[in-house]
């Protein structure tokens, strides 16, 4: 098992959802995702006016650490103004792809935090199996 610091991500994903771009939810995410390297990438929600083309802090967090050749990770830290804030159900399934990491659920000043594994959050999910 890989240690980190649950409060310096949670700090991160603070941070990072004062970035947030969602004029017509008001409501902002922040998400940090640490990878087994020990980086954390961070992402914000942005939405649009049309839309569906609006992205999830923590898929833009994911998007972000794939750029940069990661696709191990160990934890995900979110923070938003519900208590705690949980990934939807997309995201959920977006990051199962690269493993049962843990959820670090926060609210926005971060005095609520419920952790869980991903397996916990998204039970009996779908993985397909790619034969080699
Ligand atoms: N949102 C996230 O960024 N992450 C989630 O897991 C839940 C929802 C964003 C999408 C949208 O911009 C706003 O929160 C309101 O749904």
Request: contains cysteine.
């Amino acid at each position: 098992m890989i240690q980190y610091h649950e409060q310096e991500l949670l700090k991160r994903a603070q941070d990072i959802m004062q970035r947030a771009y969602s004029p017509y939810s008001s409501f902002k995410v922040g998400a940090a995702l640490l990878s087994k390297t020990g980086k954390i990438y961070v992402g914000c929600n942005f939405e649009s006016a049309a839309f569906g083309a609006g992205v999830c802090a923590e898929r833009i967090a994911l998007g972000s650490a794939i750029v940069n050749n990661e696709n191990e990770f160990v934890a995900i830290a979110v923070c938003g103004n519900n208590s705690p804030t949980y990934p939807c159900g997309i995201c959920r399934q977006a990051l199962l792809e690269f493993g049962d990491i843990d959820v670090i659920c926060s609210n926005s000043d971060l005095t609520i935090v419920k952790t869980y594994k991903l397996s916990e959050l998204l039970p009996y999910s779908f993985l397909k199996i790619v034969k080699k």
